[in-house]
């Protein structure tokens, strides 16, 4: 009988477990990616940034405003391995890219109205035309369908993406949903997504091939996910994470601090008030503030620090480390 229970209770814990569904972030996210460029006996790599910063109201709908800053293309032998990924977000010289939201787990994006590649806007569309403008959001994911469905990219020329199975993936100890899929299309060599890892992960998207990497041009070119990160999570492929950095792992809303993001100030809240040190971390990982709290609620003022990503860590007397990204803007 007790077996029975046993098993009974692992049965709901499991299942309860399965159904703890990861958004997208809403308010910090940042997405580190490389392109890979083959030029004969020489590659060039493209390292860039896409970022969340801000809000912004579309056809009457709301949205997280997405950034791009790219570090620029630099060129090595084809005999040399892929460096780390180390570029910082400029907020200030970052560009807008457009905009992000989520519908019953559906992610959709509104990319900037003028189409140019100075946003970076390596996409392809149909084989006989491009966009010179858009007046439409763009499925990116859908996280709302089952095995054996099948999801169709209208301006993709119609591409079906065929969910052939889902699984999970374990990051920082929590089981995320992953899709696996195969795609049907009519494209022609250079739009076919030869790239991507042909699945996507709930709340980052491609953790192989990037954000967007169902729409990106591929010709003789590659891209890659070096790192997610929001205010819950970190995820990596090789580095370039600010909690990397700093050999720390962000652990999941275990940090009471808000408004996240913020102009001013922050408010951070302590369940057991006890002195515990504060230390601040720019998007290198050099520490630009620190301090000491004792108290249930206190004010951290930032309206002096520049505009960007941030590391919080908080160490209590028993030396336990606590971290989350915040967003200053």
């Known amino acids: 009988m007790k077996k029975i229970v046993v098993i009974f209770l692992l049965i709901c814990s499991t299942s309860s477990f ?66 780390i990924f180390n570029c910082p977000i400029d907020t200030l010289n970052s560009l807008y890219y457009g905009a992000l939201r989520e519908v019953n787990k559906k992610i959709l994006f509104f990319p900037d109205s003028l189409y140019n590649y100075t946003r970076n806007y390596n996409f392809c569309f149909t084989i006989n035309s491009s966009p010179t403008s858009f007046d439409e959001e763009l499925l990116l994911y859908d996280f709302n369908i089952s095995i054996g469905d099948t999801v169709v990219y209208e301006t993709l020329d119609s591409l079906k993406m065929i969910i052939t199975s889902i699984d999970s993936i374990i990051i920082q100890s929590d089981f995320r949903k992953r899709y696996n899929y195969n795609l049907i299309s009519n494209w022609s060599s250079s739009c076919n997504p030869f790239g991507t890892g042909l699945n996507y992960v709930e709340g980052i998207g491609d953790i192989n091939s990037g954000l967007f990497s169902l729409f990106m041009f591929y010709f003789e070119n590659a891209e890659y996910i070096n790192c997610f990160e929001d205010n819950e999570v970190t995820f990596s492929n090789n580095g370039g994470c600010v909690t990397n950095s700093l050999n720390e792992n962000v652990q999941k809303n275990k940090l009471k601090i808000y408004p996240n993001p913020s102009s001013d100030k922050f408010f951070i809240e302590l369940e057991n008030p006890t002195p515990t040190s504060i230390r601040l971390f720019d998007i290198n990982g050099k520490e630009i503030y620190s301090t000491t709290i004792n108290q249930v609620t206190s004010t951290i003022d930032v309206s002096s620090f520049k505009r960007g990503l941030y590391l919080v860590k908080l160490i209590d007397e028993k030396g336990t480390t606590k971290s989350q990204l915040i967003s200053i803007y």
């Open 18 to 83: 399965a159904q703890t569904y990861f958004p997208f972030p809403d308010s910090v996210g940042v997405w580190k990616q490389t392109s890979i460029y083959d030029q004969m006996s020489t590659y060039g790599f493209t390292h860039y940034n896409i970022f969340l910063k801000g809000d912004t109201n579309i056809n009457g709908n709301s949205y997280k405003k997405l950034y791009t800053y790219s570090c620029g293309q630099f060129i090595l032998p084809s005999t040399t391995q892929t460096p």
